[in-house]
C-alpha cells in the first residue's frame, strides 16, 4: 500500500470514528439522499458488507440476539441514523433457525414444507402462494427480515445436487412459481431472494466453474424463470450465484446485475451475493451487488481503499448505499415489528401437508391398485424409506423441524393395519445401521453429506412367508443430496442398487404369486431410472422429498382421502445418457472417486443449448420413460370446447374440463405453442400457460381460462440481440401433458414482433 494511501485512509477512519458519534438524520425521515450525504465513507462500506460470521463475538456492532438465532447472515445497523441490523435465513423448504438457543430453555422449531420440485409439482400457483404466507410468517415470527429463497435455477440436468431446491426444466413453470412464492413470503411483511443467479446448474466446483452459455439458451431458458419472477414477484433482493457465467463471475458482472438486471427488466430491490469469501471486492460493487455476503472486514477496508484510489467510483457506492437503505426501509426490524417466537406451527403443518398431498405425483396405477381399500390390514412396508423418511435435501435447503412423520406413522394415523412382522424387521435394521453411520457421520462425513441407511437384503424366502400373511406390499425407495455435492449416474443414486433391485424383484415375485399387489413408493429430491423396473409392481406414487407431513401426505393418497393431482415438473428419461446435457456434466460418475486432475474442471460447456427436457426429447422425438407434465388420477377428465380470442396483449383460450370418472379430483392443463417455421431452429412445443381446476366432483366441469401476452411467443436472435416473434401461423395445444395433447386450436400472427435488449452477457 502506498505511504499517502495509508495516511488517506487513517484519516478518513479518525473522521468516521468522529461522525459516527453525532446523531444524523434518520432513515425513514430524512430523504435517503440526505442520508448518504452526511454518511462517512466508512459508514457506506460497512451497509454494504454483511455482518459476516465473527458478529456472533460482537464485532462490528451488530446486534447480538439475532445472530445468536442460526441464521445464516445479516447486515450491520448504523446507530447514528437510526438504521437496523437484519437477519437474512435460508430457505427454500422453509426458514432454517438453530432450534434451540444457549440460556434458552424453549424450541424454535420451523415447519419442514415440501420441497421445491415438490411444491412445482402441484402446477398449483395458488397453493404455493399459501405455502409462501406460512414460511414468510415464520421468518417474521422469528425475527428474522429475508428468506433465502425461493431457489430457482433450471433443472438443465438430474443430477445437479441442488435440483430439488429447485422447481423445473421449465422456465414459465420456474418463473411462475417462483413468483407465487416471492409473493406469498413478502405478503407477510418480510422480503425473499431469488436464487441463484444465474446459470448455477450445477455444485461441481460451483465456486470456480464458469457456465458457457449461448445467449439464446440463457435468455430462453437460464433467465426466462428470473425474469417472470422479477416483473411479476418484486423480490426485495436477488441472490448472485457464485459460478462465473461465460468466463466472468456473476457478482462480478455488469451486464448482468445492472444493464439485464435493472436496465432491461427494471428491477428495483438490492442484490446480494450468495456466501462467497472475498473476491474483487470493487468490482462486485460496482457491477450491482448492493451486499456482499456473508461479508468480512477486508471487504469493509477494500470498499474504502478501491475508492480512495480511484478503483471504484463513489457514485457506485452512493448508488448501492441508496439500494440498501430503500430495501431496509421495508424490513420488520425496521419498523421494530415486535415478534413473538411463537408463529403457528400447527396451521403451517397443515398447509405443508396439503402442499405435499398435492404435488404427489402418480407414476403409474394398473388396475386401480390405489386407492387401498380403507383400514386394509395386514400392510407389509418394505424399504428403509418406508420407516425413515427424507423429508428434504441437506445443506442450507434443510429445515430444523420438530418431526417427520414417516410412511409407516401415515399409515397407521390413516387408519390401515401393518403386517408387525416386516415392522420389527425394519425397525432393528434401521437402528443398528443409524448407529454405525452415525458413528461414521460424526468423524468424516461433511455437513453436506447426505445420510442414508444402506437397504437391507431380505431372503426371499422370508418375503414369500410375508406375502402370505400379507394383503399388499408397499416397498419404498430413498434417495438424497445436497448443496455442494452433485448427485451421481450410477447405482445408489440415479439407478436403483443392486440390494434394491433385488428386493423389488423378489416382493413382486412373492406378493404376484399370491394375486397379492405392489405398491413401490419414490422418495426422493429428483429424477431417478424408472424405465427397467417400472414394469414390475402394479402402481408406483412419486412422493418427492415431501416435507415433515410427509407420510400423512403419502398415506392420504393411498387410502384415497387425496385423489393425487401433481404432475411431473421435468422428463423421466429412459437413461440418464439420452439427456442432452449428460455429455458436458461435470460429475460423470464412472464407479471411480472424482479426481479433479483428470476432469475439465473450470468450465462446463452447455452444447446442448436450447435443447433441456422435454423441448429436447419431444421435438426428436425421443423415447422417455415419464413425460414432462405427466401424472395420474383416479378419476378421468375430458377437454371440451377451446375457444380462443384475441385480448388487448395476448389471447384467451377458454377450456371447458369435466370430471368423467367416479372420484372427485384436480386437473392441470398445459398450453403449449407450436410456432411457424422460422429462420432459427424452435422446439416443437414450449409452455406457455397452464392451470389448475378446483376440487371437481364426478360429472362436474370447469372453464380453464388460460392466458399468454403475444410478446411471449418469441425466441431469442443471437445475431441481432432481439427477441422475436416469427408472423404466420401458430398452433395451441392443450393436453394433460406434453405427449397426451387433448385440443388444439391455431392462430395467425399478421406482424412480427420484435424487442432488441441491451445486455450482453
Ligand atoms: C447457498 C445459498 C444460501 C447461503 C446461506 C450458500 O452456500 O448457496 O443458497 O442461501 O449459503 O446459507
Keep these: 500500500m502506498k505511504k499517502n494511501t495509508f495516511l488517506l485512509l487513517f484519516a478518513c477512519l479518525i473522521c468516521c470514528q468522529t461522525n459516527a458519534g453525532q446523531k444524523g438524520y434518520q432513515l425513514g425521515k430524512a430523504p435517503v439522499d440526505k442520508i448518504i450525504s452526511t454518511m462517512t465513507l466508512e459508514e457506506k462500506a460497512n451497509l454494504l458488507v454483511g455482518g459476516g460470521y465473527e458478529v456472533v463475538n460482537g464485532k462490528r456492532g451488530a446486534i447480538l440476539s439475532e445472530a445468536k438465532i442460526g441464521a445464516a447472515g445479516m447486515t450491520v445497523s448504523i446507530p447514528r441514523f437510526g438504521i437496523p441490523a437484519t437477519v437474512e435465513t435460508d430457505g427454500p423448504a422453509g426458514v432454517r433457525i438453530s432450534p434451540t438457543r444457549e440460556g434458552e430453555s424453549g424450541t424454535f422449531y420451523c415447519t419442514g414444507f415440501p420441497i421445491g420440485t415438490a411444491l412445482a409439482s402441484t402446477w398449483n400457483t395458488g397453493m404455493v402462494n399459501e405455502v409462501g404466507k406460512a414460511m414468510g410468517n415464520e421468518v417474521l415470527e422469528y425475527g428474522c427480515d429475508v428468506l433465502l429463497a425461493p431457489g430457482m435455477n433450471l433443472h438443465r440436468n438430474p443430477l445437479c445436487g441442488r435440483n430439488f431446491e429447485y422447481y423445473s426444466e421449465d422456465p414459465l413453470l420456474i418463473g411462475k412459481m417462483a413468483a407465487s412464492m416471492v409473493n406469498g413470503v413478502q405478503s407477510q411483511g418480510v422480503g425473499t431472494s431469488i436464487k441463484h443467479f444465474a446459470a448455477n446448474n450445477q455444485e461441481t466446483y460451483r ?21 417472470i419472477a422479477v416483473k411479476e414477484g418484486h423480490p426485495w433482493t436477488v441472490m448472485s450465484s457464485y459460478n462465473k457465467l461465460n468466463g466472468v463471475y456473476t457478482q462480478e458482472d455488469y451486464p448482468l446485475l ?67 437503505l430503500e430495501f431496509l426501509m421495508k424490513t420488520p426490524h425496521f419498523k421494530h415489528y415486535q415478534y413473538t417466537n411463537k408463529p403457528d406451527l400447527k396451521a403451517h ?17 394398473d388396475d386401480n391398485t390405489l386407492p387401498l381399500k380403507k383400514g386394509e390390514k395386514d400392510v407389509a412396508l418394505f424399504g428403509i424409506g418406508s420407516y425413515y423418511l427424507i423429508a428434504g435435501g441437506t445443506g442450507s435447503g434443510d429445515v430444523n423441524k420438530a418431526y417427520v412423520v414417516n410412511l409407516k406413522e401415515g399409515m397407521e394415523n390413516a387408519g390401515f393395519g401393518l403386517q408387525p412382522k ?42 414369500q412367508l410375508r406375502a402370505k400373511d400379507s394383503k399388499v406390499a408397499i416397498i419404498s425407495f430413498t434417495r438424497n443430496a445436497g448443496e455442494g455435492t452433485d448427485r451421481h449416474s450410477g447405482e445408489g443414486d440415479f439407478l436403483l442398487t443392486a440390494a434394491e433391485r433385488e428386493m423389488l424383484t423378489n416382493v413382486v415375485n412373492a406378493f404376484h404369486a399370491e394375486h397379492k399387489k405392489v405398491i413401490v413408493v419414490l422418495n426422493t429430491g429428483g429424477v431417478v431410472e424408472t424405465a427397467s423396473w417400472k414394469n414390475l409392481p402394479d402402481a408406483i406414487i412419486l412422493a418427492w422429498q415431501p416435507g415433515q407431513e410427509g407420510g400423512n401426505a403419502i398415506a392420504d393418497v393411498i387410502k384415497g382421502n387425496v385423489n393425487p393431482s401433481g404432475k411431473l415438473p421435468m422428463t423421466f428419461p429412459v437413461n440418464y445418457m439420452d439427456i442432452p446435457s449428460s455429455k458436458n456434466f461435470p460429475y460423470d460418475y464412472k464407479g471411480e472417486p472424482f479426481d479433479a ?14 435443447w433441456v427436457g422435454y423441448r429436447y426429447f419431444n421435438t426428436f422425438d425421443k423415447e422417455v420413460s415419464y413425460p414432462f407434465g405427466y401424472g395420474l388420477s383416479y378419476t378421468s377428465f375430458t377437454y ?29 392443463a398445459e398450453l403449449y405453442i407450436s410456432a411457424p417455421k422460422s429462420d432459427i431452429d424452435k422446439p416443437t412445443y414450449e409452455l406457455k400457460a397452464f392451470a389448475k381446476t378446483m376440487l371437481l366432483q364426478p360429472e362436474e366441469s370447469e372453464v380453464l381460462t388460460l392466458k399468454f401476452a403475444a410478446p411471449d411467443l418469441a425466441s431469442f436472435h443471437e445475431d441481432s440481440n432481439c427477441w422475436v416473434a416469427d408472423a404466420g401461423a401458430y398452433k395451441v395445444l392443450i393436453g394433460s401433458s406434453v405427449s397426451d395433447i387433448r385440443q388444439t386450436l391455431s392462430f395467425e400472427l399478421k406482424n412480427p414482433i420484435e424487442k432488441k435488449v441491451k445486455a450482453k452477457l
Design 258 to 324: 445492472t444493464t439485464l438486471l435493472r436496465d432491461d427488466w427494471g428491477y428495483k430491490g438490492i442484490v446480494m451475493t450468495d456466501w462467497t469469501d472475498t473476491r474483487n471486492t470493487a468490482a462486485q460493487v460496482h457491477a450491482g451487488d448492493d451486499l456482499l455476503m456473508p461479508g468480512n472486514k477486508e471487504q469493509v477496508k477494500e470498499i474504502i481503499l478501491a475508492v480512495k484510489d480511484g478503483r471504484l467510483s463513489m457514485s457506485d457506492v452512493d448508488r448501492n448505499v441508496k439500494n440498501m
Design 597 to 610: 486432475n483428470k476432469k475439465d474442471i473450470g468450465y462446463t460447456k452447455y452444447d446442448e443449448g436450447i
Design 207 to 227: 465456486t470456480e466453474n464458469s457456465s458457457d452459455v449461448s445467449q439464446r439458451a440463457l435468455r430462453e431458458l437460464y433467465l426466462k424463470g428470473f425474469e
Design 349 to 365: 403443518a397443515n398447509v405443508a401437508r396439503e402442499a405435499a398431498d398435492e404435488g404427489i405425483v402418480l407414476l403409474k396405477n
Design 422 to 463: 416386516v415392522n420389527t424387521f425394519y425397525e432393528k435394521y434401521i437402528n443398528f445401521e443409524k448407529e454405525e453411520q452415525l458413528n461414521e457421520v460424526n468423524h468424516v462425513r461433511p455437513w453436506w453429506s447426505p445420510i442414508l441407511p444402506n437397504e437391507a437384503v431380505i431372503d426371499p424366502t422370508y418375503i
Design 640 to 668: 371440451n370446447n377451446a375457444k380462443i380470442k384475441r385480448t388487448k396483449n395476448g389471447y384467451e383460450i377458454n377450456v371447458k374440463i369435466t370430471n368423467t370418472g367416479k372420484a372427485s379430483g384436480k386437473e392441470v
